[in-house]
């Protein structure tokens, strides 16, 4: 059987497993409540809480765009561990103060915090809808990485029987599928499975290419007979543009909605903390693994242009496979970890599209029993959107669809870390922020200056941001309504 | 929802973690430990990045030349103290304020 035929037989096998798994978690629902499907009744424990955690956090951008990005950038791109290790970092920050609160007020998605910090303010809903906007948005435009990262993987290791338009369409009904049964009990089983396989297939491939090229220090000494250049030392620009890195993608990852939901959905405090506790560990056993593997793609491919970088790990795993049987099979089981990073990330950013869209953009309450229904039928109509996107674009790169989302992810910040700790934060000023924040971010990008000194237009607009709700919020009278609700100090 | 038995007077706050001790199943000294721990972790953050270096070609510290080797290192042990913290965090089930509850 040749790879190829490999490739389509693993594919089928995994999807039929997935069809199992919604049909399980649809058995093992309470009800057809909106905290059921969404948060799947609050009731994760540590070991599948973490891995969908894990799960989520690490996709098709992990995958396929940081390989990639390594490729493209050099040593530097070590980065990428830091950055994903500050959104946990971060999460102290939000997590400690935020659970207890939205146990106690049963919130669902991340506009019901707004909804309810805010609550009485002139200013509130414009906030929630500013908010919801951006997260919407933000999840779109995640949703579509996904979708084009998986429609990618399904031409590469089928070798062209599934052709990208249709790997996107029917990975994208796949999930669809699930999600609309077994909702977020269905996405946290199958994340399970999914976070299981892609740690097992990742340290698999590492251990390859190291063997292969016959240790670190032969692996270096090949990447630098390829591209000398490779491991200059980054110069004070890169070195700022580090650092904005990781302030941009520890801020922006934390108001995530899917992360924000997790956060809900944890059985308990102690859950929660344990699962955090072992998220720390992932970058390095993750995003440190295929930047190592994009830094070996430097000394097997070269001359791939940008957007084609990103196949890296597409091309790695072939080669790899080319090598024997057993070779062939532990390659099907990266490219199935690759393929289910990509889906449990694109299951939760569906889920929680269809949540934000429904409660928050068109305020239907959690209570009612129809939003769980309104909700799914919102996030059907947007995955069709989405893949639609996904195949008449696909000459995008990852990592530029990752930044754009960020940048403008992160103005929403103020609302939930600076919210939670300052109780005289006010909903008018933080408007005012948000506004100013996207403003400079669409003109960053409309002047195609998305750096400034190496600090990314979205850190510049959050610093304008945080300033103007900050002070304009200093300028308002104490003691509203929520600050009465919160007892904040 | 998972309410659970409230054992502590107030708030979203740090005055109810003060007042509530026991309660929350960790030692005093978690709370200091867990500040010290992530400013170390924001100082691993800065250090990882190579703001120290000259313009000598780099030496080789485990294959890798030595300012990777050494962001790897500095993330590596943010991560283990990062693990620390959050075994330190006291995340309560409720903020226990009954009367802080929206209608």
Known sequence: MTFEWLGVVGLVTYLVLLIGIAFAARRARQDESPADHFLAGRGLGVFVLFLTLYATAYSGNSLLGYPGQAYRQGFSWVMATGFMLSIIVVFHALAPKLRPIAVRESFVTPGDWVRFRFSGESGSRALLLGVSLLMAIALANFLFAQLKAMGELAEQFTGGVIPYEWGVVLLAGMILFYETVGGMRAVAWTDALQGVLMLVGLGALLRWLLADSGGLELLTNQILEVRPGAADLPDAREQINWLSTIVLMGLASVVYPQAIQRIYAARSGRVLRRSLALMSFMPLATTLVVTLIGLAAIARFQGLGDVEADRVMPLLLGEWAREGLGFSIAAMIVFMGALAAIMSTADSVLLSLGSVAAEDLFGRSHREAGTTRFGKRIAAVLMVGMAFLAIGARDVTLWGVIELKMELLIQCVPAFLIAIHWSRFRARPACFGLAFGVGIVILGLVLDSKRIFGVHIGVIGLAGNIAIACIGSLLRSPGSPSQRALHLP | ?103
């Open chain 2, 1 to 103: 929802m998972n309410q659970q038995p409230q054992d502590f007077k107030v708030t979203a706050g740090n005055e109810g973690r003060r007042e509530r001790g026991a309660g929350s199943g960790l030692p005093r000294w978690a709370r200091p430990l867990r500040r010290v721990l992530l400013c170390v972790i924001g100082l691993l953050f800065v250090a990882s990045i190579p703001w120290y270096r000259g313009d000598a070609p780099p030496a080789r510290i485990f294959g890798l030349p030595d300012w990777v080797a050494i962001a790897i290192l500095c993330y590596a042990t943010a991560a283990i103290l990062n693990a620390a913290a959050w075994l330190l965090t006291d995340i309560p089930e409720s903020t226990g304020d009954d009367e802080a509850r929206r209608p």
